[in-house]
Nanobody
Framework: QVQLVESGGGLVQPGGSLRLSCATS????????IGWFRQAPGKEREGVAC???????YYIDSVKGRFTISTDNAENAVYLQMSSLKPEDTAVYYC???????????????????????WGKGTQVTVSS
């Protein structure tokens, strides 16, 4: 049984940083894609960052250069380091993994369109002064 548990959310001022963690169980990192989605109130869910089995990464344009996704296979964890946070980054952030896919989207395609098989319950990130 796959379980994904997010942590690390909170309230941060604009320009600040947060690191989200996703503890995984029943899922072997490096064998399928895993990533982060977010959903703000009244908005559609969007795929923020993804890591493929070969270690390549994907980021939505709005977070490139500010967010970094990483994995720690020994700890069975996935992280999302977020820097230079903006109010528009405010959302519930979800960790998600797939049972089949091994590659994140190619340039020009959206991670948001991926229907992932496993989801965490989310962690709230609020960027406000």
């Amino acid at each position: 049984q796959v379980q994904l548990v997010e942590s690390g959310g909170g309230l941060v001022q604009p320009g600040g940083s947060l690191r989200l963690s996703c503890a995984t169980s029943g899922f072997t990192l490096g064998t399928r894609i895993i990533g982060w989605f977010r959903q703000a109130p009244g908005k559609e869910r969007e795929g923020v960052a993804c890591v493929s089995t070969d270690g390549s990464t994907y980021y939505i344009d709005s977070v490139k250069g500010r967010f970094t996704i990483s994995t720690d296979n020994a700890e069975n964890a996935v992280y999302l380091q977020m820097s230079s946070l903006k109010p528009e980054d405010t959302a519930v952030y979800y960790c998600a993994a797939d049972s089949v896919l091994v590659s994140c989207p190619s340039p020009g395609f959206l991670f948001s369109n991926y229907g992932m098989d496993y989801w965490g319950k989310g962690t709230q990130v609020t960027v406000s002064s």
